[in-house]
């Protein structure tokens, strides 16, 4: 390991890349997990912790209240989770992969300095690997399991509402027509789930992308979780996992941290 063949010029920029981005990756998945862990707290409260329309005073009684309005305040939580959810492969991608690359990028040229060389390469090479590690838990373990979930209940809640506009008539329905998710499809009432692939994401049902934001990704256990769940939980059960991956970046932008320090002074 060697840095005769490396360009000295790209030593600091793959030490800030091996840096930065898991870090900047820890930052903005810790962020979604807050973003999320406030929206259910607030979904929650509103759910709960407001009079119904009954207790009100009469002048606002004939207002449609949010906390009358269980499904809706399910279905915007969703959506809330979705949008989040598919701006993923914009970003999680590049970061990670540049980090990894960077690191090991490091860990193969980076100069043998003395003291504690080796020490050195297992930092970077841990780092490397800690960083590559957040896309197989990504495909792997969160998209059949709680991502999965969330996206059958997102679909199910969605078909629920088109359901329930349908049953307001078309002045109601042409008022909420901007609330309505691209790519849905007609209702299908049916309760089994490895059956319900007919309504939301169906549109996008065939593609080759083994995880996709745009179709259903999760087992069949993770479908019936999501059927017998409230989304406020299954939102709050992303969040706590959401949690070991930005640990992940956060550990591996330390080890870059210690394992690159001093290189850019050699050249």
Same mark, same amino acid.
């Given at each position: 390991m060697t840095s005769t063949m490396a360009p000295p010029y790209l030593l600091p920029v793959t030490q800030w890349a091996g840096i930065a981005m898991p870090t900047l990756f820890a930052g903005i998945t810790f962020q979604y997990s807050l973003t999320m862990h406030l929206l259910t707290c607030i979904a929650t409260t509103t759910t709960n912790g407001t009079p119904s329309s009954s207790e009100l005073p009469s002048e606002f009684s004939s207002k449609e209240s949010d906390s009358d309005n269980p499904l809706k305040n399910q279905w915007n939580l969703a959506r809330q989770w979705y949008i989040l959810y598919r701006q993923g492969p914009r970003w999680v991608p590049p970061i990670v992969l540049s980090g990894t690359l960077s690191n090991l990028y490091l860990y193969f040229f980076a100069p043998n300095k003395q003291p504690s060389p080796h020490i050195r390469h297992s930092l970077l090479a841990a780092a490397a690997l800690l960083t590559f590690s957040i896309l197989p838990i990504t495909f792997f373990y969160f998209e059949p399991g709680i991502n999965g979930a969330c996206k059958r209940k997102y679909g199910q809640l969605s078909k629920r509402m088109m359901e329930a506009c349908d049953e307001k008539g078309p002045s109601r329905q042409a008022e909420d027509e901007d609330e309505q998710v691209q790519g849905e499809a007609e209702p299908a009432r049916k /309760?089994? !789930?490895?059956? *319900?692939?007919?309504? %939301? %994401? !169906? $549109? *996008?049902? $065939? /593609?080759?992308i083994p995880a996709s934001v745009n179709r259903h990704t999760g087992t069949l256990a993770a479908k019936v979780w999501a059927e017998h769940t409230d989304m406020a939980e299954l939102v709050e059960g992303w969040v706590r996992r959401n949690h070991v991956r930005w640990v992940i970046g956060l550990v591996a932008g330390g080890l870059s941290f210690l394992g690159s320090q001093g290189l850019c002074s050699y050249h």
């Open positions: /309760t089994n !789930a490895s059956k *319900q692939d007919e309504g %939301f %994401f !169906a $549109r *996008q049902w $065939r /593609t080759y």
